[in-house]
């Protein structure tokens, strides 16, 4: 069983150290470990050119145009069984890395996408998908702030295991934490983390691993929130009293009772369409392919053609 510390912290600081104690803790479980601090990496932003998407969805395979560490990262996370990642919190959310990380893996590590490709691929003799990207994954997330402003990073957080579709074993929450070594209920919490995460794991490694519907599963040791599917915190609020989960994508209503919040919506209707599940990423699949040809269509006639020029001719970009 193997579990990959990652950490997007500055080099030995709270993030590194809070990871490393999680690791501590998967080998004294019994796991292969390694350590990777990403910040170290060259990984480049996404441009957006979709090149992966397209390679996929014509049997070439999902790989990215951009040369640096990427690949070998994803290689690394793709041999682990299980995932602690430590990332500090930047204005309230993730770090720009933990972005660009998310990007990254975009349309091309999406399960629903690769389920997708792997039968055109089958059918039509392309290349085969990397089957490292079909297998279960567990990972566990910790979000260490500097203070207490800290109201996306956990949304941000569920948002990268969603792609793959990897079942998130814990996502924690830890404020206040520049002299983090010095409280040892919150070292505590990190071994725990470790523990919980290599437990899990361990049923991958042996085969007795049961995923859930979507990227939560019945060893999930993280706080209840409040979405009763994803146990999401975040919530678009609309004006006309709609609630979405910014996590999951259900909908319903978000009610006040007994001193708390309860989000209710209709599971039969809502839950194959959580964008964490398959039938929610094929769902979502069909539609963009369903626009993508409407877009295609439309910006081929003569009118788009003349109004993409007006914008081209009134003014290039400028350089440094
Ligand atoms: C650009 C920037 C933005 C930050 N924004 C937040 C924030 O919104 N909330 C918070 O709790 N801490 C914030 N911090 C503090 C970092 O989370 C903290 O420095 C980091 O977790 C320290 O981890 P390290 O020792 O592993 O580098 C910010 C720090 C930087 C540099």
């Known amino acids: 069983m193997k579990i990959l510390g990652l950490s997007a912290g500055t080099l030995n600081g709270a993030n590194d150290s809070l990871c490393k104690e999680a690791l501590m803790a998967a080998k004294e479980a019994g796991a292969e470990i390694e350590f990777i601090n990403i910040t170290k990496l060259d990984i480049k932003h996404c441009t957006g050119c979709k090149a992966c998407v397209m390679g996929l969805f014509s049997g070439r395979g999902n790989a990215c145009v951009l040369r640096d560490d990427m690949q070998w990262l994803i290689d690394k996370m793709l041999d682990a069984d299980g995932i602690v990642y430590a990332a500090p919190i930047f204005e309230q959310c993730g770090p720009g890395i933990h972005h660009t990380l998310m990007d990254r893996f975009g349309p091309r590590m999406d399960r629903g996408n690769l389920m997708i490709a792997r039968k055109i691929a089958e059918e039509n003799g392309g290349k085969p998908i990397d089957p490292r990207c079909l297998k279960e994954k567990v990972i566990s997330f910790m979000g260490i702030g500097g203070s207490d402003w800290a109201t996306r990073i956990q949304c941000d957080f569920a948002s990268l295991a969603l792609t793959p579709k990897w079942t998130i074993i ?18 505590a919490k990190a071994h ?24 939560i599963n019945e060893d999930y040791r993280g706080p209840a929130g409040v979405c009763p599917y994803c146990h999401g915190k975040n919530f678009y609020l609309e004006e006309n009293g709609n609630a979405i989960c910014c996590t999951c994508g259900t909908e319903g209503v978000m009610k006040y009772e007994d001193g708390r919040y309860f989000f209710e919506f209709d599971a039969e209707k809502w839950i194959p369409h959580a964008h964490d599940s398959i039938s929610g990423k094929f769902i979502h699949g069909d539609d963009i392919m369903r626009n993508e040809g409407e877009a295609r269509e439309l910006m081929a006639t003569d009118e788009a053609k003349a109004r993409k020029q007006k914008y081209r001719d009134f003014i290039a970009p400028s350089k440094p």
């Open 192 to 215: 725990q983390i470790g523990l919980d995460l290599a437990a899990a794991a361990k049923k991958i490694a042996d085969g007795t691993f049961v995923p859930g519907h979507g990227i």
């Open 170 to 187: 814990d996502n924690q929450l830890f404020s206040w934490s520049l002299s983090i070594l010095m409280n040892d209920e919150a070292i």
